[in-house]
């Protein structure tokens, strides 16, 4: 069952666009929620994070919005550029009763973005 | 810096030989973490420690083992190495902050068994 789920493999925009990655999750426990880059060869590096009591949390060119009555969260990049080629892994965590979960982490498939210049 | 090692970060081994992959981090960090990752499942649980003599299983555990005798290191071992083991693995840490901890990567080490 795969509780965290990225359901488009790849995006290509042109370098300069604003590139939309989306994730959905099934397990209402989930109250944070983390947003990881990979390049080939390397290890995940984490770009962002939001908890459920926002909707939206912003860092330079990386916005992440949260849905919960939908169960989805996305990641806008603007304006995208060819750096940002990567793998992008949505993860979710639930920090349990007193937070004694220690964020343990399920992650969605992946979602290879390419910038194109 | 603060950081996070992995060796080897490449290993070939044969079907039935045991295998330890060794993971250390400086960022004094209680809790770690060992995925695996393969296509089409993005990054999988195996273990995870939350301190010293703390182990427990994750997602996909069958056939792993952990064990944690120091806060630096979180070494994994495949007791009899099999094909369906051959994967990029990736250990993680990060500081206990109440539930929402980010989790801070190493490089990765690539097995494939034969």
């Known amino acids: 069952d795969q509780q965290v789920k990225q359901n488009s493999p790849s995006l290509s925009v042109q370098e300069g666009r604003i590139s939309i990655l989306n994730c959905d999750y099934t397990?209402?426990?989930?109250?944070?929620f983390l947003w990881y880059k990979k390049y080939p060869a390397e290890g995940p590096t984490f770009l962002i994070s939001i908890s459920s009591i926002k909707d939206k949390n912003e860092d330079g060119r990386f916005t992440v919005f949260l849905n919960k009555s939908a169960k989805h969260l996305s990641l806008h990049i603007v304006p995208s550029q060819p750096g940002d080629s990567a793998v992008y892994f949505c993860?979710?965590?639930?920090?349990?009763?007193?937070?004694?979960?220690?964020?343990?982490?399920?992650f969605g498939q992946g979602t290879i973005l390419t910038v194109h210049p | 810096d603060a950081e996070i090692t992995q060796s080897p970060r490449h290993k070939i081994t044969e079907t039935g030989r045991q295998v330890t992959l060794a993971c250390h981090q400086t960022?004094?960090?209680?809790?770690m973490f060992w995925y695996r990752q393969d296509l089409g499942h993005g990054l999988r649980l195996i273990h995870y420690s939350y301190g010293v003599q703390d182990t427990n299983k994750g997602e996909v555990s069958d056939g792993y083992s952990v064990s944690r005798s120091n806060t630096e290191d979180l070494p994994l071992t495949l007791e009899s190495a099999a094909s369906s083991q051959t994967s990029v693995y990736f250990c993680?840490?990060?500081?206990?902050?109440?539930?929402?901890?980010?989790?801070?990567f190493g490089p990765g080490t690539r097995l494939l068994v034969l």
């Open positions: 397990n209402s426990m989930f109250d944070y």
């Open positions: 993680a840490s990060s500081e206990t902050r109440g539930g929402w901890e980010t989790q801070y």
């Open positions: 960022w004094n960090h209680n809790n």
């Open positions: 993860a979710a965590s639930y920090s349990g009763a007193g937070g004694t979960s220690y964020g343990k982490l399920t």
